[in-house]
């Protein structure tokens, strides 16, 4: 073979081991994905448990199935901006709980409400009963950026989750871990936020990428095989 072919030979195979070891990577990434799935899903079939019965870092508790009972604090009730359903634009509802005798607030995402600029609403019109009872499913609340999570000139308007800031906001200190609504009681439908549903849980798109690197392997062997053959015949 000429030093060229020689060239393009060796550069195509160095290319398809970096393929397939991406393919590779990818397939690892989709198995370690399905057994935290397995977990996630394990921890949302479980009954509804009241959160101060559940101990746990955040990170144990992602997910976990919980129910918040206690006096909701309107007040300093927070407004989390550009949150979008079904590509309609909106805001969640981020309320302080705060149970029967503890000193320690949990922070309740009531649900969803459609704002055409993804920021204003008429709050009052969402305040539910002053003692809520709600269920839903929990999950970590970041506890500080640098980056600030103010909206401009919009008190009490959020563009991200800061659980240092916001306990700064609310007066008191939260939990680590926060509850998004999916059901509770005594608050007809029409009269309350909409509610979060469960997450899908699905293998993401790890075996397409995983499909893609082995293809893009092939393709590079496949190519140095031709390159192969037309200088043989070439010869001949």
Known sequence: MSGRTIGFVVASL??????IRLGAW????LHERRQRNALLRQRMN????????????PNQLRYRRARVSGRADYAHQIVYASRTREGSPGVYLLT??????ADTAVLVARGWVYAPDGATIDAARWREADSLTVEGYLDEL?????TS??????PGTVTRLDRSR????????LRAVYLLATADSGTARSEKPARFTLPVLDDGPHRSYAFQWFSFAAIAVVGAGIVIRNEAVGKR
């Open 96 to 101: 302080p709980v705060l149970p029967t005798g």
């Open 26 to 29: 990818q397939v690892d990434r």
């Open 14 to 19: 160095i290319m398809a081991a970096v393929f």
């Open 149 to 154: 999570d103010a909206m401009v000139g919009r």
């Open 142 to 146: 970041p506890p500080f950026s640098a």
């Open 46 to 57: 479980a009954p509804a448990a009241p959160l101060t019965s559940l101990a746990g870092t």
């Open 166 to 173: 916001m306990e700064k906001r609310i007066g008191r200190p």
